[in-house]
């Protein structure tokens, strides 16, 4: 497996393909009429470790990049991916999205 970049807010963070695709899972179950949800993950900044605060919304634009860099296990990174998966399973499961 291969890290992968995300592309949020003009800045770009490095994360495990699990990461960003509970993060990419987790932003398509959000109904347009939610409110921001803050949502944390652990990622690489100038490969260094940080851990990241995203803002999101149904609208909020994100992408993935594939990086052909090996990778690596981040702290954090199998609470991050069940919070998300767990997020997007209670909304998806409520039957809320309203696009």
Do not use: W
Request: proline share 7%; charged share 25%; aromatic share 6%.
């Amino acid at each position: 497996m291969n890290m992968r970049a995300l592309h949020y807010a003009g800045c770009e963070l490095v994360t495990t393909e699990r990461v960003a695709e509970a993060l990419l899972d987790y932003i398509v179950t959000l109904p347009l009429n939610q409110p921001p949800e803050r949502v944390t993950i652990p990622a690489l900044r100038g490969g260094e470790p940080v851990v990241a605060e995203l803002v999101l919304t149904a609208a909020t634009p994100l992408a993935t990049t594939s990086l052909d860099m090996r990778e690596q296990p981040l702290d954090g990174e199998d609470y991050a991916v069940e919070v998300l998966r767990f997020k997007a399973h209670r909304l998806d499961s409520v039957g809320f999205d309203l696009r």
